[in-house]
């Protein structure tokens, strides 16, 4: 009995982790919805460049977070974009709601698609949001934020 009390009160604290966006991995998207043509890393990596080089073959984005958060009826995550279109700057963000996988964490794709993406041009930097109605819970940016 004393053992596992132990343990509970070693994993308190763990159990009450913050909330976290552990990774941020932005794909282009082909107009069937494919961000790679094989499960391959080195495949999706040559059909991004493919994509990169040739943006009539190109329909959207699509934004696959890792992250983790504890439970709440109200998370959603966000994506802010900065891009540009004929040298101008342009700003595009997508809401997506997501349900908490409890104590693990979870992948969740973000796509941006339609007007949104002819909006936003060429993507130059981005944001990830965590967020529990109003409240920031965690947040990730690209390098040119």
Do not use: C
């Not at 976290?20 to 094989?38: A, E, M, T």
């Not at 990830?128 to 390098?143: C, K, M, P, Y």
């Amino acid at each position: 009995m004393k053992r596992v009390l132990l343990f509970m009160a070693l994993a308190a604290p763990l159990m009450a982790a913050d909330a976290r966006i552990h990774k941020v991995l932005p794909h282009l998207v082909d107009k069937q919805g494919r961000h790679s043509l094989s499960p391959s890393l080195y495949e999706r990596d040559a059909y991004q460049a493919q994509l990169r080089l040739h943006p009539e073959q190109r329909a959207g984005l699509r934004f696959d977070v890792h992250w983790k958060a504890r439970k709440s009826n109200a998370l959603k995550l966000r994506i802010d974009m900065r891009g540009s279109l004929t040298n101008q700057p342009t700003n595009v963000a997508v809401e997506m709601p997501v349900k908490s996988p409890g104590f693990f964490s979870k992948w969740s794709a973000v796509q941006v698609h339609g007007e949104d993406y002819s909006r936003l041009g060429e993507l130059r930097s981005w944001r990830a949001t965590l967020l529990d109605g109003d409240q920031v819970l965690a947040e990730q940016r690209s390098f040119l934020w």
